[in-house]
């Protein structure tokens, strides 16, 4: 146990859905993270969050959309998908700010397959 | 620009022996590199870490290696048990850098 915690596991969704990937961290840290993890490919950062607020976004499509309403908890609302948006989504903390603390501690993860 | 990358995508060794994953850094300017194991089914688990002022650096059955010369970064895992089977992950980041930039990751495979 990380200490970060994802909901849900596992999802399903239509093109046409939305849904919401939620994060909980229970360790006081300050940054917190999206990465899109695909088959065969590096983990690519999504978006940080540093003391709620945004400060990457790395060229996400608008179909992503993150929410960090308190230094605990992150967001990813996701909206008309698209097939190859199917990947593991895993949410990361780090207790500084992401120019000085590069170790991340992740959680589980969301495993999303759009149809 | 700047890129990780592991020179291996899977490695299989004997229960017991020692394994070594390879990581290369094109970034001269990185100065902190980091190891991730991350087992079936769960995120990026954090094993080691080593910055640039060190070449060596060790912990429960893991060493990092770090040839800032070649820009080569190495993890080192002794007495291999089936526990250590995963994909591992080296990342690095620099002085003023955001974020890690993550290698593509090594599957390693213990073999009773």
């Known amino acids: ?10 999802l399903v969704m239509g093109m046409t859905n939305k849904k919401s990937l939620k994060c909980e961290q ?4 300050n ?3 999206w990465y899109k993890q695909s088959a065969k490919k590096p983990l690519e950062l999504m978006f940080v969050y540093s003391l709620e607020e945004r400060v990457e976004n790395n060229s996400v499509p608008s179909r992503f959309s993150p929410e960090c309403p308190n230094s605990s908890h992150l967001f990813l609302h996701l909206h008309t998908l698209q097939p190859e948006d199917s990947a593991l989504y895993l949410c990361a903390s780090s207790p500084g700010r992401p120019a000085n603390e590069g170790k991340l501690f992740f959680g589980s993860g969301t495993q999303l397959s759009v149809l | ?3 990780v990358g592991l020179h291996l995508p ?3 060794v004997q229960e017991g022996d020692n394994s070594i ?9 990185s100065d902190y590199f980091i190891w991730y194991k991350q087992e079936s089914g769960k995120g990026p688990q954090f094993i080691i870490d080593i910055r640039s002022n060190m070449d060596k650096r060790q912990g429960q059955r893991v060493t ?3 040839n800032k010369t070649v820009k080569h970064l190495s993890l ?6 089936p526990g250590d089977s995963a994909v591992y992950f080296c990342a690095e980041t620099g002085l003023g850098a955001q974020k890690l930039v993550f290698g593509q990751g090594t599957r390693l495979t213990i073999n009773p």
Do not use: K
């Open chain 2, 76 to 81: 080192q895992i002794a007495a291999t048990q």
């Open chain 1, 1 to 10: 146990e990380t200490g970060v915690t994802q909901t849900p596991r596992h």
């Open chain 2, 64 to 66: 990092v290696l770090l």
């Open chain 2, 1 to 3: 620009g700047e890129s």
């Open chain 2, 10 to 12: 899977t490695l299989s």
């Open chain 1, 26 to 29: 229970h360790l006081g840290h």
């Open chain 2, 21 to 29: 994953i390879n990581c290369a850094y094109s970034n001269s300017a």
């Open chain 1, 31 to 33: 940054a917190m993270y």
